[in-house]
Every structure is written in structure tokens, then in C-alpha cells.
């Protein structure tokens, strides 16, 4: 049986493959399989392990309880819950927090604590698979907790869910909590839960212990019938990207593979399923309709697909996209890489179709391959994207937002795209890094824009100054990742920096968070992500369908800077496994002539224990944050390239030294090159003649502040702007 190619290579040979660049000096020095990586921080529950009971850390509250904090100002993190050990929440890309701006209503879906009791009590063994729904209807000032899954056999695991709001209705009463995530029984993933209970006004006795007896409240959907519905298909690990929509229907996203009770090859993944729900007379019915696309096959003939997916939806439920990471089977030279693979449909669900992608053989994806390794396949030297994390928003026009970081793949083999380059560095010579961590080589933070009609864009929100340390015994950052190994064979929880996207209800506006570290303050200034805060950016979608702004200003969410909240110790640098709610607040707009002021109320999640230990009690915080972001109004926003304007490349970018313009031109032109700075002031503008043909302009910028900047270039009556970084 033919094996993956790369571990048949010394470490030597793969240095070799990668080819010296234009853009950095740093050879990759050896390789990791990034499918690996993915299964096994997100099955890592080791359900066959006693749950550690502990005593309640100081000042925690018991979630029976009534909870409450003061109405955030500015930043205040508050405890919110618990939960029996820290599993609930490994999965980035589901959704248990939710905002329903229709009831103004926040809501967080978990595993229960080691001190709540369900009504009647479940065997002991499916305790920590007792579902349990936080509702609040002041933005986190008060809760109610109610029960929403007790299955006495088959428990749940990586719950997500929010709140279904029939069609123009705003009163709390007519509402219902709904959760769903995969069950297991006798150490064995079964199918999925689907569970239903309706709500009422704070204090009501409905938010209770007990979950909803009544029948099809509580759905067990099996993947082991021998047949199934023409309405709904096998399915599993239904825990991605869960959405409410204004059409009254709630959404989640779960997967296809012919075995369903694991991930990665061995469970052959086929494609996902949208899993719909309605209501009707009191419960709820559950459909499916199913995406598997064509893509390259190792030998094999396993699909070069991932487990990790997601889902986004427009307020309104009529524009929807489903995002699966892969190579598509008509794929060549950059495009080979596990990239989206992107679905969408215009009709709310009626119908869906597979767009076009982003094309990284396109000069416009310059800004991001140039800070890819070179790989050599065939005859050719070509960068090979691998999105590492990612999350999705839809904007006010209906376009996509992907929010990603990108490492380099390894080589362009069939059998060996899930392998990702790594990097050594003298500050850390014994670790292998995903990234460089110098100019050019950062763990860089993109938004690609489009609706998969015409070319999408990238758009380069900030860089990253860590990556995870890793969760296997055999990761490179294993020993100083401060998680306990009580995850099976040894594993720890990974700390990635969890990209997660919200957009105001009507989507003007998107918010970008994840977490990172100061490497002031980690071991030996190491790039390990072992201190963590949340950060968040904003970039406005208001105006032309294809012109954005991205705000200058980054907030430390978890650090709150003076003024802007009290820091909390139980949060700051300890801001493990994090979820910001896919639907914000809306927002609150000042404009002057010069800059507009942007406040969006924004509900966060860190889910920790002190000290870290997967099998105790582990809380979570909850801050319903307003975050304030300025953004100019004296600059054109990131403009969309016409196919004509293609030839504008600007490199490279990030800089450190100089930044470069390179243009074609068909006629000889008197042009001006101004560079911007994020206020909107011209720091330098530059008058030349461009002659007929390829044209290159450089400006030094050794001397600028670091951050962001933009550089116009005006040829007659028409300009066009780009954004660069200055490290």
C-alpha cells in the first residue's frame, strides 16, 4: 500500500524541495501533518477517564444560581458558568454564543458543571453530557440557566446553539433555546443531538433542571439506521457554524463521512450537510441537504478534504455559505493546497451551487504567496496556501468574508497536501515553527473577500506575534503549553489563536478576533501562544458593494487598556478558548469631517481553570464588551482590482525598509504616488512620468512608525489604493 510521501524523506531532502525566494532567506526546515493536527485536538475527550470533582475556586458561583454583573461601560469580564471538564469547548468553529438582535437577547450553550443536578438525574456516566443554556436579556447583567439534553444513554458533546425567534416576533415568551451536538455512548460517537425548550421571561420557573419531556424536545438522530428519509441523510458531528435567521429557521452544519464515529482519513470525509430546522407545532423538524465536492484523491482514494468546516448566513436567511478546506479535483499548481472550497446559495437553502474560488495562480494573491514558502513541483516553483484557522461573516452586499491565517504547504504531492512547512529559529533552535516570525514571514491575518462571481480580493487585517504550541506529545511547543496532559495518550488543549468574525445585524460592520501573546513575557521570548489575549479589528462594509475600511485601532479585549475597563486577573494572559458571538450589536456611529467613531457591543467567552486541568471544573467568563474602533474618513477604502488594474502589485508587504510599486501602463502618463497614513493624512506625495509598459516605483519607509498604511496611485481621472504594512 503506498504510504504518505513526506515521512519517507529525511529532513534534509525536504529542505530541498522548497525553493529560495524573493522574499525571505529562510528555508523551511522540515514539515508537520496538519490533518493530524486537526483530528486530534478535536476528539481529544477522553470520555473513558474519571471527572476530577473539585471545590468551587474562589468566588465562583454555583449556575443554579442567579448570576449578575454590572453592565459593561467599556470592558468587564464577569464569571458566567461551568462545566465538568474543558472539552465543550475545543471546537472553534461552532457556535455556542449567540446574539439574537430581534430580542436583544444573549444565550451560551455548554456541558453542565460538576454542581448542577438535572431533573431526574442522569446515570453518572452521562453527567458531564447534560446540555445546559444560559439566557440573558440585559447583555449579561442577569442570567437564567435552563436544561435543554439529559439523555440518560447517549450524552452530548461539543454542544452549539442559540435562540429561534418566529418571523417578526420580538417577544420572549414565543421563543425557544436550541442546542445540537455529537452524542456518545459507552466511549463511542453515536449521532447527534437536537434539543428544543421554549423560553420566557426572566426569573420564569421554565428556566429549570429539566429538560423538555415532551415529545421530539429532545432528538436523538442516530448515523447507524439502516435507511433514512428522502428529508434527511446520515450524518455526524453536527457542531459547525450554527446560525438563526429572520426567515424562522435555525441552521447547523455537520459532516459526511463513511465512518462517523472518528475524523480524519479514517473516516473517509465525503462532503457536509446543512441541517435545517423548522417549527412546527411545538417542536421542531430536522432536514438536510448535502454538499460533497469533487477533489483530489490521494492514492488511496481518500478525498483531500478537512474536517474543518463552517457556515454564515446574512440576517435575513436568504444568502448562505458553506466552506469546506480542500483541493478541488480541477486544482493546479497554487491551488492545490487545503483552501475553501466554497458553496453558496441565494434562495435560503431552496437550492446550492459551488462557486468560484480564490485563485492563488492570480497576480492579485501576490500579497499573500509572497510570504509563502516556494515549493517545487514539476518544472515549477509555486507557493502552496494552507489555511491554518479561519471563520466566516457575511457582509450588508452579501459577500463572504474569510478570515484566515495561511501557512505554507509542504509539497504538492497528492498523497502529502496535508503537510505543512516548518520553520527554526535562533531564539528557539530546538522548535519548529508553522511560520518564520521575522518581515515577511509572519503569522498574518487575511480577510479574502467575494461572493464566488468575480476575482476576490485579500485583504491584510494584522500580524499575529505567536502561533499554538500544540496539544500532542510530539508538538514542538508541547512542554511549554501550560494545559495538563490528562487528554488521551498525554494530550494537552491546543492555543490557537481561535479566528472568530461577527458582523452588526444588518453586516456594515465586521469584527476580527483572536488570541495572541506578548513574547515579552513568554519563556526566552519564545512565539509560543501560552499567555493569551483576545485582540479585535473592525473593517466597515458600508458603502460601495466592493469598497472596505479597516480601523486603525486594535483593542486587547482580555487587557483592557486604562480607561477602558478593569483587567481582570482570572482573564488576562489566561484567555483560553475563546468564542465571540457571530452576530454583534448594532452599531453606534459619530462622524466628523476627519474620523468616525464605531461602538459595537460584542459578546465574548474564555473558557479557563486555574491551573490549567482539562478534567476539573472549568469556567467561563463572559464579557459583553462595547468596543470602540475609529476609522478615517479621509481615505478610499481597500478598492477591488479590476481585471484592467490587475497589474498593480505592491511588494514587499509587509516592509520594512521600502515598498515597491510595480505597474503596466498601455500609454506613456504623468502620475502621483501619495502614501496615506490610517488618520488619512498624506505624509509624502510624488509626482513622475510612467512610460509605456511595466513601470517600478520605490519609496523608503525605514523611518515610519510601524503599523498600517496606504498607497494611492493616481493616473489621470482614475486611483486605486492598496494597503501595506510597515514592521
Known amino acids: 500500500m503506498k504510504k504518505n510521501l513526506l515521512p519517507l524523506l529525511g529532513v534534509f531532502a525536504i529542505a530541498q524541495m522548497y525553493a529560495q525566494s524573493s522574499h525571505s532567506k529562510l528555508k523551511p526546515s522540515g514539515f508537520i501533518n496538519g490533518n493530524e493536527s486537526r483530528a486530534m485536538h478535536i476528539t481529544d475527550d477522553p470520555i473513558h477517564q474519571p471527572q476530577l470533582k473539585t471545590p468551587l475556586l474562589k468566588n465562583e458561583m454555583d449556575e443554579n444560581a442567579n448570576k449578575s454583573n454590572q453592565p459593561p461601560s467599556s470592558i468587564v469580564w464577569s464569571r458566567l458558568c461551568g462545566s465538568m471538564n474543558v472539552y465543550g469547548q475545543l471546537v472553534s468553529n461552532s457556535k455556542p454564543l449567540q446574539y439574537n438582535p430581534a430580542l436583544n437577547a444573549v444565550s451560551y450553550v455548554h456541558r453542565k458543571s460538576n454542581f448542577y443536578t438535572a431533573t431526574p438525574a442522569v446515570p453518572a456516566g452521562s453527567e458531564s453530557g447534560v446540555i445546559v443554556a444560559e439566557v440573558s436579556l440585559n447583555w449579561g447583567n ?142 421542531f423538524n430536522w432536514t438536510t441537504d448535502t454538499m460533497i465536492p469533487a477533489t483530489i484523491l490521494t492514492t488511496q482514494g481518500v478525498k483531500v478534504i478537512s474536517s474543518d468546516v463552517q457556515m454564515a448566513w446574512n440576517q435575513d436567511g436568504t444568502i448562505g455559505y458553506v466552506v469546506m478546506l480542500g483541493a478541488k479535483n480541477t486544482a493546479t499548481l497554487s491551488n492545490r493546497g487545503y483552501q475553501p472550497i466554497i458553496f453558496k446559495t441565494v434562495n435560503s437553502g431552496a437550492s446550492w451551487a459551488e462557486v468560484n474560488g480564490i485563485n492563488f495562480n492570480s497576480p492579485t494573491m501576490n500579497d499573500v504567496t509572497s510570504h509563502l514558502a516556494g515549493v517545487v513541483s514539476g518544472t515549477d516553483t509555486i507557493a502552496l496556501p494552507y489555511f491554518n484557522n479561519f471563520d466566516l461573516a457575511v457582509d450588508s452586499a452579501g459577500f463572504l468574508h474569510i478570515g484566515a491565517t495561511v501557512c505554507s504547504g ?268 490610517c488618520l488619512g493624512q498624506v505624509i509624502v506625495e510624488q509626482k513622475t512620468q510612467f512610460h509605456t509598459g511595466e513601470n517600478e516605483f520605490t519609496m523608503p519607509v525605514q523611518n515610519y512608525t510601524p503599523g498600517i498604511y496606504f498607497l494611492k496611485f493616481k493616473n489621470g481621472n482614475t486611483e486605486q489604493v492598496r494597503k501595506f504594512i510597515v514592521e
Open 410 to 677: 509542504a509539497i504538492a504531492h497528492n498523497d502529502s497536501l496535508n503537510y505543512i512547512a516548518q520553520y527554526t529559529m535562533s531564539i528557539n533552535p530546538g522548535a519548529r515553527y508553522l511560520w518564520g516570525h521575522r518581515a515577511g514571514l509572519r503569522p498574518y491575518l487575511y480577510d479574502f473577500i467575494g461572493d464566488g462571481t468575480g476575482n476576490w480580493k485579500a485583504v491584510t487585517l494584522d500580524s499575529l506575534t505567536t502561533e499554538d504550541p500544540g496539544a500532542a506529545s510530539t508538538s514542538s511547543g508541547y512542554l511549554e503549553n501550560p494545559w495538563d496532559p490528562t487528554g488521551t495518550n498525554n494530550a494537552k488543549v491546543n492555543m490557537d489563536p481561535r479566528i472568530q468574525l461577527g458582523r452588526t445585524p444588518e453586516g456594515n460592520y465586521i469584527t476580527f478576533s483572536w488570541s495572541e501573546t506578548d513574547t515579552n513575557f513568554t519563556n526566552g521570548s519564545h512565539k509560543w501562544n501560552t499567555l493569551p489575549n483576545i485582540k479585535s479589528r473592525c473593517l466597515s462594509a458600508r458603502g460601495a458593494v466592493n469598497a472596505y475600511k479597516l480601523s486603525a485601532t486594535e483593542i486587547n479585549v482580555s487587557k483592557p487598556a486604562p480607561g477602558t475597563g478593569t483587567i481582570n486577573p482570572n482573564i488576562n494572559s489566561r484567555s483560553t478558548l475563546h468564542y465571540m458571538s457571530p452576530i454583534t450589536g448594532s452599531a453606534a456611529v459619530i462622524s466628523t469631517p476627519i474620523s468616525s467613531t464605531v461602538d459595537i457591543k460584542t459578546p465574548f467567552t474564555v473558557t479557563n481553570s486555574n491551573p490549567y486541568g482539562q478534567l476539573t471544573n472549568n469556567q467561563t467568563w463572559y464579557t459583553g464588551a462595547l468596543l470602540s474602533y475609529v476609522f478615517s474618513n479621509q481615505t478610499i477604502g481597500v478598492k477591488e482590482m479590476s481585471k484592467t488594474e490587475s497589474v498593480f502589485l505592491l511588494y514587499p508587504n509587509p516592509a520594512t525598509n521600502h515598498i515597491t510599486l510595480k505597474v503596466s501602463l498601455d500609454k506613456e502618463s504623468n502620475t502621483s504616488v501619495f502614501i496615506i497614513n
Open 142 to 283: 442577569t442570567w437564567d440557566s435552563t436544561c435543554i439534553w439529559a439523555g440518560s444513554t447517549h450524552a452530548g458533546r461539543y454542544p452549539q446553539g442559540g435562540i429561534y425567534n418566529p418571523v417578526g416576533n420580538s417577544n420572549i415568551d414565543n421563543a425557544y433555546i436550541v442546542g445540537m451536538g455529537p452524542t456518545v455512548s459507552n466511549s463511542t460517537f453515536t449521532g447527534n443531538f437536537y434539543a428544543s425548550k421554549k423560553l420566557a421571561v426572566a426569573g420564569s420557573t421554565l428556566y429549570n433542571t429539566t429538560a423538555d419531556p415532551n415529545t421530539n424536545a429532545q432528538q436523538f438522530l442516530s448515523f447507524s439506521l439502516p435507511s433514512y428519509s428522502n428529508t434527511q441523510t446520515r450524518h455526524g458531528w453536527s457542531r459547525y457554524g450554527f446560525s438563526s435567521t429572520n426567515d424562522g429557521a435555525v441552521r447547523s452544519l455537520a459532516l459526511i463521512q463513511n465512518d462517523q464515529t472518528t475524523l480524519g482519513n479514517a473516516a473517509n470525509m465525503r462532503g457536509v450537510a446543512v441541517v435545517k430546522g423548522t417549527f412546527a407545532a411545538g417542536t
